[in-house]
């Protein structure tokens, strides 16, 4: 018919299209997009697996580099200990050389002092002059402390606390130097007359220090008890060092656990000072 359009001519295979499709994609685009996802992760994994492989291989010899360097510092301070061990060692052996050597020249000069004291003795008793110059002599060297006294007096003996620790100030629990300073200075004011510490005789020259917590006398390390003799009057001594500044420091001290006791001894025996002068000389000596 005339005018009429032409319909558009259907193609032949068009009822085949959905069998085409299932032959041509084998797989709906969901799943072809999820296995794709699959192999990339799959790749990714593979990359990061070789990396970890990597890091740790880098990290056991980290490891091993660390324990050689840790093991190489022992060895060295291993051998550093040793060298300091027997550096140590060596120097106590000397120090207790000189010790040894201190305490034989001590006893040569004491005993030469004693000759030269008997040799005083015998020359000055042949006059009466002399006698009167001996006896003046002797006063002066038990007053100065270069010889030997004897005589009654008192005791006094003090002592660190039972149980340092266990004190409530350790610090103050044990016996101090001032301690000893200030019992000294008040036997001197009771009326003493000669004092020791535990065989060290005091003199003007003295000095009662503290050094890593040893007390010093005369630069001879003591240990406690201490032991200070003096020699006095023992009627008034023990009353009067009693109501002093010395009796004052024991009970003070004896607050923070110090432990003390004074006692009367009728016959006390004190050695001569180890001082001795080497550079000073009389003054008409000097000049």
Known sequence: MAGRNRPETRPRDASMSLLNNLFSQSLEPGYAQA???????????????????RVSVA????????????AMAIVQAQGSVGVVSAEREGLIERIRG???KTERLQDSLASLRSEISELEDTQLRQTST???L???LQLLQGA???SAVAGPGIAVVLDDAEDIEA???????????????????????????????NGERLTTMSAIRMANNIIHINQQPLKPPYAVWAIGDSRTLPSRFSEGPGGDTLRVAQQQGVRSAVRVEEWLELPAARSQLIYARHAEEAS
């Not at 794709?36 to 593979?46: C, F, L, M, Y």
């Not at 990290?59 to 840790?70: E, K, N, Y």
């Not at 103050?172 to 200075?185: E, T, W």
């Open 144 to 146: 100065a402390g270069t």
């Open 167 to 197: 004190a409530e100030r350790p610090d103050l629990a044990r016996v101090l130097d001032v301690d000893l300073q200030m019992v000294a200075n008040g036997l001197w004011a009771a009326g003493a007359e000669a004092i020791s510490i």
């Open 130 to 132: 002399g006698q009167s």
């Open 35 to 53: 296995a794709a996802r699959r192999r990339s992760t799959g790749e990714q994994d593979g990359g990061d697996r070789t990396v970890r492989s």
């Open 98 to 100: 000189e010790e040894a």
């Open 59 to 70: 990290l056991v010899i980290g490891m091993l580099a660390l324990g050689l360097l840790l």
């Open 134 to 136: 001996r006896e003046r």
